[in-house]
């Protein structure tokens, strides 16, 4: 196929060129039908990746004809925004989004391929949990002692297996074999379990987040015109964080590249999630996969002081298997990284308070300065150091907005409208009327399963409903029957019906204490519902929002002036003037199990320090006395790498104070 645009120059062009660096130029303009772009952390390369796209839409190739993946809907934002400010407005037709939320879009196109209807429900995460539990639970003679069920069901190792094998593209046998060896004499079970999840989710006319990538991988593999669309279709396809691609996920861009132009970045060296099932193969290899391509090393850091970057280089430079580079930067000198020794983790915390507290009164907001950790017990002890103090934090994480029960309750009336065979979303609308338990629920559900039009017969009232739920069940139908005849009004006046039917009552009888605060959370989804003209837009739009929750949606950030306390996995993307990353003992930071992928473990050292732009602070401890156990392990051994001359020490004998600067 030929890739060479109608325009050979444009005056977008002749903007950009001063604008990049000499190795950002070679990547954007290059017309190599490969290209992997190995961009270190604060190298520029989302926009560098925003200006490729931008010069191929503006010399001429039609947008239908461009895909665009990131790794979250944020970043799938920004992205946008950068491009409209490059163009204008984005002209239509522009694929540009998440692998899920692409793969949603495609398999929505060919569902009746998959046994679907373009309606299918996604399931979240807690979605696919609950029917697995519901699956068990219609098993006899399982084998499984108390203890297993609660790992299993409760603990959801089910579905964590599952997952497992299919985001590594292989069997469950194969999984449980390398992953859960321990677990083999399950393996029968396990996927008898599988087998009914699939079948229930065919039935349901749904599909879970892995299928939204292993169907897409399936449709192009199986199917040669569904391939031959596709490919025709995507002239470029290009790729965001490719370090962070799984098995499957690779394929995909593979497949792909059999006709279009790939072009991919990512840095192998931030490769920190192999947990999810991220495979570094897939750009360690990728050249290989690619023959020819043209590798373009962005290692030019726009973030860092050149006293950071010679610590983060040092470290990396540990690991074996990698595609080398070398981080540096334009920026003046700056102040070494310090390394701290403090005797226990009471003198941590009292030294990250005091010098956070310097630094603020030298004029550094609070916002501006994060402190980093491998796992979020290790900042236990900070944190009522801060409480103590009166120094205002906010820890990164918790539970996400669209996980929040009262919000799955609303979305799950609009669901079963949409898609009335969806049983995780029946089942959560019935049984919080009265008199309508587990049992009634499963009777119910029963005969909806035969019926043609699931909706239709609960409308009509062609259900058997026990007395006991006859209240209960009338007043679900009622609100369904309000919400089927404005269905057309769009997905906000739902919301409406919703909280003004018997939701609204049961709400309030939920929730006494915060009904409040919760009600402006259902408010914030109005608000956001009221972009969509369709109720199939909006629910599929918020399906796939696990990850970031759009601008208006999410809970409000704390206005305040406040310090950050992330873990680093968490901190990835992000950046601050000065970081704090304590726990820097062995077993806690590389962790014990860590142990076992060091390579992984030094990545996510290297990701944290380069979290920094002006001030880095490496903390280790004599005595460690967090978790379960209390020993003396030693220093990191990230830190005992380090050359001497990347960092300044300092010993910490009193909780207050400077303590003495020294070896370390």
């Excluded at 199939?536 to 990850?547: A, H, K, M, P, R």
């Amino acid at each position: 196929m030929d890739y060479v645009l109608t325009r050979p120059r444009s005056r977008l062009r002749a903007r950009l060129e001063p604008e990049l660096n000499e190795r950002q130029r070679e990547f954007v303009f290059s017309d190599a039908p490969a290209i992997l772009g190995v961009a270190g952390p604060g190298s520029g390369k989302t926009r560098a990746l925003t200006c490729r796209a931008a010069r191929l839409l503006d010399e001429g190739l039609p947008p239908q004809n461009l895909m665009l993946v990131t790794f979250t809907n944020k970043a799938a934002d920004e992205m946008r925004a950068r491009l409209t400010h490059l163009l204008g407005p984005l002209p239509d037709g522009l694929w540009i989004g998440t692998f899920h939320a692409l793969g949603a879009r495609i398999l929505r196109q060919y569902a009746d391929l998959l046994d679907r209807t373009p309606s299918f429900t996604i399931l979240d995460e807690e979605d696919s949990a609950a029917l697995i539990r519901a699956v068990y639970g219609g098993l006899r003679h399982t084998g499984l002692s108390e203890a297993e069920k609660r790992l299993f069901v409760t603990g959801g190792l089910f579905g964590e297996i599952i997952s497992r094998a299919r985001n590594a593209g292989t069997t469950l046998a194969a999984a449980v074999a390398e992953y859960y060896p321990q677990h083999a004499e399950h393996l029968e079970l396990i996927q008898r379990v599988e087998a009914l999840y699939e079948h229930r989710k065919k039935e349901m006319n749904a599909l879970d987040f892995d299928d939204l990538l292993v169907h897409w991988l399936y449709l192009l593999r199986n199917y040669p015109e569904v391939a031959d669309q596709l490919r025709r279709r995507f002239r470029h396809v290009l790729v965001d964080e490719y370090q962070d691609t799984n098995v499957v996920q690779g394929a995909i861009v593979r497949e792909l590249g059999l006709s279009a132009a790939v072009c991919v970045v990512g840095d192998d060296a931030q490769s920190i999630y192999a947990f999810r099932c991220a495979e570094i193969r897939n750009i360690l290899e990728f050249p290989s996969h690619f023959p020819g391509c043209l590798v373009v090393r962005l290692e030019e850091n726009y973030r860092s002081t050149p006293e950071i970057l010679a610590l983060a280089n040092a470290s990396i430079a540990h690991n074996r298997n990698q595609i080398p580079k070398k981080l540096f930067t334009r920026r003046a000198a700056g102040e070494k990284p310090w390394l701290v020794v403090a005797e226990d983790p009471s003198r941590e915390a009292a030294f990250v308070a005091e010098r956070l507290t310097e630094h603020h009164e030298a004029g550094v907001p609070l916002r501006e300065m994060a402190v980093l950790y491998r796992s979020a017990y290790l900042a236990h002890d900070l944190e009522m150091e801060l409480v103590s103090r009166g120094i205002p934090y906010v820890t990164v994480g918790g539970l996400k907005f669209l996980e929040r029960a009262h919000v799955k309750d609303v979305l799950a009336w609009l669901r079963v409208l949409l898609n009335p065979r969806d049983e995780v979303s029946w089942q959560r609308i019935m049984v919080m009327q009265q008199g309508i338990g587990q049992a009634t629920f499963q009777a119910l559900m029963a005969q909806l399963r035969t019926a043609r039009d699931p909706l239709r017969c609960v409308l009509q009232g062609e259900l058997k409903v026990p007395p006991r739920a006859a209240r209960g069940w009338a007043d679900l139908v009622a609100c369904l029957r309000e919400l089927a005849a404005a269905q057309d009004r769009g997905p906000a006046e739902l919301i409406a019906i919703v909280m003004d039917g018997v939701y609204g009552r049961t709400f309030r009888e939920r929730y006494p204490r915060d009904h409040w605060e919760r009600l402006q959370g259902i408010e914030r989804l109005a608000g956001y519902a009221r972009r969509f003209r369709s109720l199939e837009n909006f629910i599929g739009t918020v399906s796939l929002e696990q990850d970031y929750v759009l601008k208006g949606l999410a809970e409000e950030e704390p206005a305040e002036d406040v310090l950050v306390l992330s873990t680093i996995h968490s901190a990835k993307g992000k950046e601050w003037r000065v970081v704090f990353l304590i726990g820097l003992n062995q077993g806690r930071f590389p962790s014990a199990r860590g142990l076992d992928n060091l390579e992984e473990e030094r990545r996510l050292f290297y990701v944290a320090v380069t979290r920094a732009r002006d001030w880095l602070y490496l903390i280790t401890t004599v005595q460690d006395v967090r978790g379960w156990q209390s020993f003396v392990t030693g220093p990191s051994i990230f830190l005992t790498e380090l050359p001497r001359e990347v960092y300044r020490s300092v010993y910490v004998r009193e909780v207050e104070g400077d303590g003495d600067e020294g070896a370390g």
